[in-house]
């Protein structure tokens, strides 16, 4: 079962950027995509990006397109997420995730392993 480590969230004003950063322990990494999820308060969970294992395949909610950027460096065994011009809807609480395999998932269900979250507040 592989860990998966979260960072990065913290408080930020409407405009701003923060970068999210996920560890995972598993030594095939590269073999796995990975994801980024988040929940809102009083809402059900959304997957906002993912990426390939080789990181070639990418995907982005609309929600999130233009603004957010996927990436991961497979001899790091991280995945991290650049968010600019972050809303006030982005608050969640953003979850790393690993899909089983192939092509980046695009549904909750898809994905097996989870992270701890780290909460992102968005102030307007």
């Known amino acids: 079962q592989v860990q998966l480590q979260a960072s990065g969230g913290g408080l930020v004003q409407a405009g701003g950027s923060l970068k999210l950063s996920c560890a995972a322990s598993r030594p095939t990494f590269s073999g796995y995509p990975m994801g980024w999820l988040r929940q809102a308060p009083g809402k059900e969970r959304e997957v906002v990006s993912a990426i390939s294992g080789a990181g070639g395949i990418l995907y982005y909610a609309d929600s999130v397109k233009g603004r957010f950027t996927i990436s991961r460096d497979n001899a790091k065994n991280t995945v991290s997420l650049q968010m600019n011009s972050l809303k006030p809807e982005d608050t969640a609480i953003y979850y790393c995730?690993?899909?089983?395999?192939?092509?980046?998932?695009?549904?909750?269900?898809?994905?097996?392993?989870w992270g701890q979250g780290t909460l992102v507040t968005v102030s307007s």
């Open positions: 995730a690993q899909g089983r395999s192939g092509v980046p998932p695009r549904r909750v269900g898809d994905f097996a392993s």
